[in-house]
Structure formats: structure tokens, C-alpha cells
């Protein structure tokens, strides 16, 4: 199906299983096992003599036919979803690296996969070296000779910086290397990641695939052989996608290409319109042609994406008035869903770095994050509108 059809095509049929009764739409498995017509063909399916469901830490046909789509639309061989965005990065290191290897990651990635890199992985003698999302002589003076993974993740939160993912998977491919890209701010609607060399996509079906703000779920994908591994540490140490939320991820994938489609065309406006606020001090979305890497976001991406960051003038206190003076918008870390999200980044998701590295990392006081759902963009700048008019 992959090469026949166009991806708004997969998106709505690839993976679909029929079960006896012929349902249009896919069926929700809500079941932990399976059951066998014999003890000869139960005892098959054991040792893998005949394919087939056995138990749901396993494989389960809802959960397959997410894997199937998503796999479809990543242009990858093979998929394993997991429980969330954090176990499928757990799930790839554990199932591809062991004690001694080295990892090369941007310093701009989702903080609980810093704390993963640094806190866990740590202690089972995994050591992670972290370096600019944006400077690829960083990365290859960081490779080591046990350096077997890079990881990426782009654009970045908050900043929207963007990795040169070609570039990248050069370096790591002469290192012998793997690159993984969390692809959670683009999907593969906007960004796909293998297709430009990377090894691995990372995805956290909790944001743009749920869409809805409803359930928690992730992937990783790749290279069949790749995944043996990543499939294995999931089926043994079991944190497996339920059914349910596959289910709910099935449906989401549906519509995921008019969403992401919506969300950018919102960002864009709402970029553009705050550039032109006077009590904004710079605005990061990638696609402004103000953004450090505009040119290389639209050659790699297919629009800026539904994730603008802006600074006010004014530092904590204005940022705070400019959120505590919404009606609409919605006060929350999360992204990725219809209602719109307003964050403060230097007291929420990055709130536990010290001054210094939130310096160093770029995030001062004055910024703010936007996830763009899909409310009306007049309606969502009438709500900021609010919060600049008290602000001297
Ligand atoms: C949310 C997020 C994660 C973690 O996903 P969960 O589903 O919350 O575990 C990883 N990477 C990025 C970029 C995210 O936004």
C-alpha cells in the first residue's frame, strides 16, 4: 500500500485488519489474551512456529493496526508503539544500546528525556555528551569511538531551533552511529525524518496523533532489524501501547494532515501578527523569514509547524500578566490539541534548570509558548491583545 498511495491516503486506510465481522471502521480490542483452537497450536505460536496474537504485552490487533498506519506515514519498515513519549525513548536505548556506549543529544530536547539521558541511563553506564541543536562541529568533535546513538529533536521546545537532520546523519553514519529524531512537533505531515537519513523516529502520539488532548501513547520506528530490539525489551519488560489508545491514535491519525495543515496556517498568522506588537521583543516561529533557520526549517519541513515562542519586554512579570489576562487560551505544558496552550517556559517545563542554564540554554523570563489549536487566530489574538494593553 505504502508505494501505491499518497500519505493522506495512508493516513485514513493504511493498517486497516478486518476481524470476522467486516467492520468498516477498525475495532477496538480490548482484550489481554487470545485464545487457541488446539494445545499443539498454542504451543506454535509460543515458540513462534506460527504467527498470531498470544497476549497484549505482546501484540494486539488494534494496537498493530496503529503501528501498520503510522509506520505507512514515517516511511519506515517497522514500528513499535509504546505507553508514552518517554518509554519509546527508554524502549530504543534500551533495546539498542548496552553498558559503555556513548550518546551524543541535543541540549534542546524535552526535559524528561535530559533527566532519562543523565539520571538513568547514567547509572546502567550509558554516558550522554550534550551539544548545540544547531552547530554540527559540535556533534562530531563530541563522538567518541563508543558513540553509537545521536539524538535530535527538531524543532526544539521552546526555541524552535532547528537541526540539519542531512547533516546529522553524516556525521553520525561516519561514526557508526545511529541517528533518532523525535519527531513530535512536525509528524510525519510536515517533517519526514528517515527519508532525509536519520535512523530512527521517535514520536509522543500524546501531542499532534491524539490531537484531542486525550490519552498518552508514543512509537519508535525504523529498520526491521533495528526494532528487533526495541520489540523485544517492550514485549519483556512490558510498557506496551493499550488498545484503547491506539484506538484513539487510529482515529487521530485520520485527520492529521488537515490538523497539522490547521495549525500551522494559525501559527504563521499569530507569528506574523506578534512580530508587529510592540510589546514583543522577538518572535520564534520557523517559518518567519526573521528565524535563524528559516531557510533549512523549509527545506527540511513542509510548513513552521503550530509551536510559535515570543518574548515580551518586561521579563517575568509581564509574561505572567500577559498570560494571566487570558479568557480563552488555555494555561497548560501540554501541545498538540485543538485549544490552544499558553505556557511560561522559564517557570514551568524548564523551570528546574538554574538561572544560568536557562541563560545558557536561551529561555529568559520574558518568553512564552503558544501551541495553536484550532479556535479562530482573531480570537486568539484578541486574548494576547488583553494582556499587552497592560503592559506599560
Ligand atoms: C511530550 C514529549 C515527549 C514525552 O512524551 P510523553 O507522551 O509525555 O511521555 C517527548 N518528546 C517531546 C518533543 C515531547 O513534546
Known amino acids: ?41 498454542a504451543a506454535k505460536r ?34 513499535v508503539a509504546t505507553a508514552s513519549g518517554m518509554s519509546a525513548i527508554l524502549a530504543c536505548a534500551m533495546g539498542l544500546l548496552s553498558a559503555g556506549d556513548h550518546i551524543v543529544a541535543s541540549r534542546a530536547i524535552f526535559g524528561a528525556s535530559v533527566q532519562l539521558f543523565n539520571n538513568i541511563l547514567k547509572r546502567f ?50 561514526h557508526d552511529a545511529w541517528l533518532a529524531v523525535d519527531n513530535c512537533f512536525c509528524t510525519p505531515m510536515l517533517q519526514r525524518p528517515l527519508d532525509l537519513g536519520a535512523d530512527i523516529v521517535i514520536h509522543s502520539a500524546t501531542k499532534y496523533i491524539d ?18 530490539g526495541v520489540y523485544q525489551f517492550l514485549r519483556t519488560a512490558g510498557p506496551t501501547l493499550s488498545a484503547f489508545n491506539a484506538w484513539i491514535f487510529l482515529k487521530g491519525l485520520e485527520t492529521l494532515r488537515i490538523r497539522m495543515d490547521a495549525h500551522s496556517a494559525g501559527a504563521l498568522a499569530l507569528a506574523s ?36 515562542s515570543f518574548e515580551v519586554k518586561g521579563g517575568k512579570p509581564a509574561a505572567w500578566k500577559v498570560i494571566d489576562s487570558t479568557q480563552l487560551l488555555s494555561i497548560t505544558a501540554n501541545l498538540g490539541d485543538t485549544k490552544t496552550t499558553i505556557t ?40 494576547l491583545q488583553r494582556g499587552f494593553d497592560l503592559l506599560p
Open 125 to 174: 553506564g550509558v554516558e550522554t555528551t550534550f551539544v548545540s541543536p544547531t552547530d554540527v562541529d559540535e556533534w562530531e568533535a563530541a563522538c567518541k569511538p563508543n558513540t553509537k546513538l545521536f539524538f535530535a529533536e527538531t524543532p526544539s521546545n521552546p526555541l524552535t531551533e532547528v537541526c540539519d537532520i542531512t547533516a546529522l546523519a553524516e556525521i553520525a553514519h561516519r
Open 1 to 41: 500500500m505504502t508505494d501505491k498511495y499518497d500519505l493522506d491516503t495512508l493516513a485514513v486506510r493504511a493498517g486497516i485488519q478486518r476481524s470476522q465481522f467486516h467492520e468498516h471502521s477498525e475495532a477496538l480490542f480490548l482484550t489481554s489474551s487470545f485464545v487457541f483452537d488446539s494445545a499443539e497450536q
Open 46 to 79: 509460543f515458540i513462534g512456529e506460527e504467527p498470531g496474537n498470544i497476549y497484549a504485552r505482546f501484540t494486539n490487533p488494534t494496537v498493530s493496526m496503529f503501528q501498520e498506519r503510522l509506520a505507512a506515514l514515517e516511511g519506515a519498515e517497522y514500528c
Open 273 to 308: 501578527w506578534l512580530e508587529a506588537q510592540p510589546q514583543v521583543a522577538r518572535v520564534l516561529y520557523p517559518g518567519l523569514p526573521s528565524h535563524p533557520q528559516h531557510a533549512l526549517a523549509m527545506r527540511q519541513q513542509k510548513t513552521g509547524g503550530g509551536i510559535v
Open 211 to 228: 490531537g484531542q488532548g486525550r490519552v498518552l501513547g508514543g512509537a519508535v520506528l525504523g529498520s526491521k532489524a533495528l526494532m528487533e
Open 344 to 383: 511560561h517556559p522559564a517557570s514551568t517545563t524548564h523551570g528546574r534548570l538554574t538561572p544560568e542554564q536557562r541563560a545558557a540554554a536561551g529561555i529568559n523570563d520574558g518568553l512564552i509558548r503558544i501551541a495553536v489549536g484550532l479556535e479562530s487566530v482573531e480570537d486568539i489574538k484578541r486574548d
